[in-house]
């Protein structure tokens, strides 16, 4: 894995979520009420809205444009709504903050 | 045994009503033949007036459609009119030939009264009858500055009277006697009722003798006989019924001024059965819809060949104005040996008369407060013996024999045989017995099941208090939605219980009203911030995490998650200045649209988030603050030029815009609020459709409120009229603050109103001054926390992170 250092845990407020850029677009950065971290694409399934703006809650967040509720676990689009976004692996060391592209870059290079 | 042929001509409320109770009796004995002169199926007449006002509409009154009459094999033939029947031969006739009958029943109603004056057939004279009627009064109500004339201050005349006046015509009343609805209504609260009715803008001309319809080729104008014209583009004819016995008269039946029927409800041809207003019944006739509804169920038993009598009953009335309370039963006519008890109460306006024989009572009048009604047309149709409670009586059921001031123990004392439902006839007993043999459980299956609540439904409180007795807790009538899924509780309940319990933060509702989910949902989250804002300006630190995203930036996300910036421009009004500025932002930002909008402001369209900061920061240098577009709050006072600038103007209305909004700037509210301020009633500001307007007269300043013109469109309601700016600018924050405190969250002032009652709105904000005060201080002090700019805010450092992305990963960085 090819993890690369984004930031510190402090730096997404608690139920909050901060984008990273990346070559391959925005990548949303989740933190939860219980301070676990998350990462998707920002990039609703429905109709791409940017889920880093939505309202954080659980292991959830709703989609800011049309209200889906996406998983921060698995990506998927809960409730009676069907869709799915990529999760990007992301690990917190001690307060700092790493996501690993590879997966990302792979998908680019198919 | 071949079918008998029944043929009934009319297909009206009784003649439906017996074709049910027939059915019900005996679905095959007959092969029905069914004429109406209408093209349509049975409706619920009396709720012509509720369509007339657009409180409900046609599909929301046809009892019997043509897919009902179907089901029962019932010929129908709507739009036919029976012009003979020959009793010898036993047929009808009609233009499309003869029917046969074995039995008939004629059920032809009555006919609108229409007084003998010229004019009377010009285009634009209406009965208050049936649909076609009411469709006509609708179209000339359509028309700007509409007026109307109704003739006939009685119940129908009344009811269609409000119901034009709520479509917006000018409306004048008159009447030939000295009081409205003089025969349910004494003069003193014929007076009341009067009252009521010119504060809604209705004009009314008691002993009004009409001279003539004026008009060439439509109707123009009423001439009374002393001289005063109204001009009218309709006139409504509302002066009474007749029963229509014409063809019944040809056959040479017995007729006096309806039909003769025996008790059977048989004419005086054994195969002729009538009923409905075409009956005259020991020397009655009937225009109210119970008795008749006696009188099918007598007609189908007749057919069938069971025992039944129809016998004479009192009668009892409701007006079906919304928001007016009146009721009357009996005689009250004053007389030598009569005694009566009055109970006045002027500030609340009610009025309540009961007339005494020998301790007996006869009639009864209620207005303003009619819940007692019931009970007291109980014990007048009984002949109950009222001395040992005659110094309570007139206060009502509540104060008798000790028993507590709680409606449910009032309907469970009622006895088995107190009528519930004065349209259908539908006893207690019947209800509670039909409730428990079946076991219904929802109001609609009680209305399916008895009829009660069907028709007028002004006793389905009743009804549901009924229920409610029965069932215990398996019914229950205000199940309470749930605010969403995280919680069982209602928002209602919710907001109660921040101030009972003194929460004041997030966790704290969530831990102390056992929410279902560990930190709620985007449904909930932002209702409890608002809500604990609200409460608690002072103390309660905003969650911003609880925020929709365009509360959280202070802009409004677009579909392709850019942002809008609307700059505060008070009142509408710019500058050069100004417009430089927002000139220069679009520019410098390449901002792709710039777009006026509806609330007279300016829009930028297309700007990254990133970028915001720095347009609020170049926006903040020539005076802009946020025009909170994006907020569940304060939006724009829409204004016009007013008597600075306009010939028609009366007050300056962009100066009270401004000074409303820049009074009331900042504050959140339940969902957002938009105003208006019109310099005179043409209402260039189009203050009549928003959340609150102002419309500035002569006279002072009419504060309206409660309009809609968004999902659903809807006409304001008038609050009052005050005489200062300073007393509209009161009243409007009293206004906000109680709808502050009181809305659910994301529920507009129109729904909220609607729910709470205009007439409570206009008791606390324009008659009890000393609430008005409380509330509008408490707007006060809020705002104290609340009137900070969010966009400097953020130009000079807080919630940095919002705008800025966390990391930026390089190509190569991510390639390594």
Not at chain 2, 564 to 573: D, F, K, N
Not at chain 2, 765 to 793: G, H, N, T
Request: aromatic share 6%; hydrophobic share 40%.
């Amino acid at each position: 894995m090819n993890w690369i250092e984004i930031g510190t845990l402090s730096d997404i407020p608690l139920r909050g979520a901060r984008c990273v850029k990346t070559p391959q677009g925005k990548i949303a950065v989740f933190r939860t009420a219980e301070n676990d971290v998350f990462a998707i694409e920002d990039h609703c399934p429905h109709k791409g809205g940017p889920l880093s703006q939505g309202i954080v809650h659980g292991r959830a967040v709703t989609c800011p444009l049309h209200n889906w509720v996406i998983s921060l676990e698995s990506g998927k689009a809960l409730g009676a709504d069907e869709g799915e976004v990529r999760t990007i692996p992301v690990k917190n060391e001690g307060g700092k903050l790493f996501i690993a592209l590879e997966r990302l870059m792979l998908a680019a290079a198919e | 045994m071949a079918k008998q042929k029944l043929v009934v001509v009319g297909a009206g409320m009784a003649s439906g009503r017996m074709l049910e109770h027939l059915f019900e009796a005996a679905p095959d004995a007959f092969d029905v033949t069914l004429f109406g002169a209408e093209p349509r199926g049975n409706y619920n007449r009396i709720m012509l007036s509720p369509v007339l006002a657009g409180e409900k509409t046609y599909g929301e009154i046809v009892t019997h459609d043509a897919a009902w009459y179907a089901e029962q094999g019932v010929n129908c033939r709507f739009g036919e009119t029976v012009t003979k029947i020959d009793r010898k031969g036993k047929f009808v006739v009609t233009a499309k030939g003869e029917t046969p009958y074995d039995k008939l029943v004629v059920a032809t109603g009555s006919a609108p009264f229409i007084i003998p004056v010229a004019g009377k057939d010009l285009p634009g004279v209406r009965a208050f009858r049936d649909l076609d009627d009411v469709e006509a009064m609708v179209a000339a109500a359509g028309k700007p500055n509409a007026k109307a004339v109704v003739i006939g201050g009685g119940l129908l005349g009344l009811e269609a009277a409000a119901a034009l006046r709520l479509r917006g015509m000018e409306v004048v009343v008159l009447h030939l006697m000295g009081h409205l609805m003089e025969r349910q209504l004494d003069p003193a609260a014929g007076y009341l009722l009067q009252k009521e009715l010119e504060s809604r803008g209705i004009r009314v001309h008691c002993k009004a003798q009409t001279k003539a319809i004026l008009g060439t080729d439509h109707v123009e104008a009423v001439l009374l006989d002393d001289g005063t014209t109204y001009p009218a583009d309709l006139v409504v004819m509302a002066v009474g019924i007749r029963p229509e016995v014409r063809i019944a008269n040809d056959a040479g039946l017995h007729v006096e001024r309806g039909i003769v029927v025996n008790d059977q409800m048989v004419a005086s041809d054994p195969d002729i059965l009538a009923v409905g207003e075409c009956v005259e019944h020991e020397n009655i006739c009937y225009g109210l819809v119970a008795p008749l509804y006696d009188m099918a169920k007598v007609v189908a038993k007749t057919l069938v060949k069971e025992d039944a009598a129809f016998r004479p009953v009192e009668t009892a009335t409701q007006l079906k104005v919304t928001g007016v309370s009146l009721y009357s039963a009996g005689d009250f006519a004053e007389a030598p040996d009569r005694e009566e008890i009055v109970l006045r109460d002027a500030s609340a306006g009610i009025y309540k008369r009961l007339v005494l024989k020998e301790n007996r009572i006869l009639g009864a009048v209620l207005y303003g407060e009619t819940g007692d009604g019931a009970w007291f047309f109980d014990m007048l149709r009984k002949g109950t013996d009222v001395k040992e409670m005659r110094e309570t009586l007139i206060f009502g059921q509540a104060y008798q024999g000790g028993s507590p001031l709680d409606p449910m123990a009032a309907v469970a004392a009622l006895p088995d045989d107190a009528e519930i439902c004065g349209c259908n006839g539908v006893c207690k007993g019947k209800i509670v017995g039909t409730i428990n043999e079946r076991g219904l459980t929802s109001l609609d299956d009680v209305r399916a099941h008895t009829k009660a609540s069907a028709s007028c439904g002004s006793c389905t409180g009743l009804v549901e208090q009924l229920m409610t007795l029965t069932l215990g807790d398996k019914y229950n009538p205000a199940a309470v939605q749930p605010m969403c899924g995280c919680t069982d509780l209602g928002h209602d309940d919710v907001r109660r219980l921040i101030k009972a319990k003194g929460l004041k933060t997030i966790p704290a509702v969530m831990q102390e009203l056992e929410w279902k989910t560990s930190c709620g949902c985007a449904k909930c989250r932002p209702a409890l911030n608002y809500y604990l804002v609200c409460d608690w300006p002072d103390e309660y630190a905003d969650d911003y995490q609880s925020r929709y995203i365009n509360e959280r930036v202070h802009a409004n996300i677009q579909k392709d998650g850019t942002y809008s910036v609307v700059p505060r421009m008070w009142g509408g009004v710019t500058s050069s200045k100004e417009l430089r500025a927002i000139a220069d932002v679009v520019d410098k930002f390449n901002v792709p649209m710039v777009k006026v909008t509806g609330g007279q402001r300016i829009d930028l369209l297309g700007i990254e988030k990133e970028d915001l900061p720095a347009v609020w920061a170049d926006l903040g240098q020539a005076g802009f603050v946020s025009g909170q577009a994006y907020a569940k709050g304060l939006r724009t006072v829409k204004t016009c030029v007013g008597s600075d600038w306009c010939r028609f103007g009366t007050q300056d209305s962009t100066g009270l815009g401004i000074r409303i909004e820049k009074f009331m700037w900042g504050s959140w509210t339940p969902a957002k609020l938009k105003m208006a301020v019109s310099g005179c009633p043409r209402n260039c500001a189009e203050a009549t459709c928003k959340d609150i307007g102002v419309i500035c007269v002569d006279s002072g300043f009419e504060i309206h409120f409660a309009g809609a013109a968004g999902l659903d469109i809807k006409g304001t309601e008038v609050l009052g009229l005050v005489k200062t700016e300073d007393q509209a600018l009161e009243h409007i924050v009293a206004l906000t603050q109680m709808y502050r405190e009181q809305a659910r969250y994301l529920e507009r002032i129109y729904k909220w109103a609607k729910r709470v009652g205009l007439d409570e709105i206009r008791r606390q904000i324009m008659d009890d001054a000393e609430k008005r005060k409380a509330y509008f201080d408490r707007f006060v002090f809020s705002q104290k926390f609340a009137q900070v700019d969010p966009w400097s805010e953020r130009v000079s450092g807080k919630d940095k992170h919002e705008f800025n992305p966390m990391a930026t990963v390089e190509y190569r960085q991510a390639a390594e």
